[in-house]
């Protein structure tokens, strides 16, 4: 091969690696609950990971030893009475924000850089590297927050071990309904996602 043509060759290589960096910033990875998951499962997200507030639409309650019992001209004076109406807060329980731990930062940011050293080191760099760069990002984020989750209880493997140690407080059973905190079905979890998108 003449040294024109390693030249040539040489050049085209370090083209297609300033249009990798370039394709690089066209991309990015979106990880958590998508509105493809439906709009309930949307909703629940929201609500357990900024927690929510709203105005108590049943009748006056009183939180007890025992639980949460209807207040009446009896027991009026017992527990902590809660009026219709009462501003009901119900707390955080974020699960999308665990990423923020440093640990599973500093793990992302290891495995990205060494994606794109393994990229830089093929003999030719190829159109849909970027997208796949961020592919594998994205995957690598959706594993470490699980594996966050899991360790934490919230997911459907863990159901066994803490169904009977955690629960919904008793007014936010009374609110709900039930009592199904998010580790006991591991629907959230089960619904989270990578995406690739173009920015």
Same mark, same amino acid.
């Given at each position: 091969?003449?040294? *024109?043509?390693?030249?040539?060759?040489?050049?085209?290589?370090?083209?297609?690696?300033?249009?990798?960096?370039?394709?690089?910033?066209?991309?990015?990875?979106?990880?958590?609950? !998508?509105?493809?998951?439906?709009?309930?499962?949307?909703?629940?997200?929201?609500?357990?990971?900024?927690?929510?507030? !709203?105005?108590? =639409?049943?009748?006056?309650?009183?939180?007890?030893?025992?639980?949460?019992?209807?207040?009446?001209?009896?027991? =009026?004076?017992?527990?902590?009475?809660?009026? @219709? *109406?009462?501003?009901?807060?119900?707390?955080?329980?974020?699960?999308?924000?665990?990423?923020?731990?440093?640990?599973?930062?500093? =793990?992302?940011?290891?495995?990205?850089?060494?994606?794109?050293?393994?990229?830089? *080191? @093929?003999? =030719?760099?190829?159109?849909?590297?970027?997208?796949?760069?961020?592919?594998?990002?994205?995957?690598?984020?959706?594993?470490?927050?699980?594996?966050?989750?899991?360790?934490?209880?919230?997911?459907?493997?863990?159901?066994?071990?803490?169904?009977?140690?955690? !629960?919904?407080?008793?007014?936010?059973?009374?609110?709900?309904?039930?009592?199904?905190?998010?580790?006991?079905?591991?629907?959230?979890?089960?619904?989270?996602?990578?995406?690739?998108? @173009?920015?």
């Amino acid at each position: 091969m003449s040294t *024109t043509e390693n030249n040539k060759k040489t050049m085209d290589f370090y083209d297609s690696v300033l249009d990798y960096f370039k394709d690089l910033n066209k991309y990015q990875a979106k990880v958590g609950v !998508h509105a493809d998951a439906g709009q309930e499962n949307v909703k629940k997200a929201l609500w357990n990971e900024y927690g929510t507030h !709203h105005k108590l =639409k049943y009748n006056s309650v009183a939180i007890t030893g025992e639980g949460l019992i209807p207040i009446n001209s009896v027991n =009026k004076d017992l527990g902590i009475f809660v009026g @219709k *109406t009462t501003d009901i807060s119900i707390p955080a329980r974020p699960f999308i924000r665990l990423f923020l731990y440093s640990d599973l930062v500093n =793990k992302l940011v290891k495995d990205t850089v060494d994606y794109i050293d393994v990229v830089l *080191t @093929k003999k =030719k760099i190829k159109v849909n590297d970027a997208r796949d760069t961020y592919k594998r990002i994205g995957e690598t984020a959706l594993d470490l927050m699980r594996s966050k989750m899991e360790y934490r209880g919230f997911d459907k493997n863990s159901n066994d071990t803490f169904k009977d140690q955690e !629960h919904n407080s008793p007014l936010t059973q009374y609110i709900k309904g039930n009592d199904t905190p998010l580790f006991d079905t591991g629907e959230l979890y089960d619904v989270m996602e990578s995406k690739v998108r @173009k920015r």
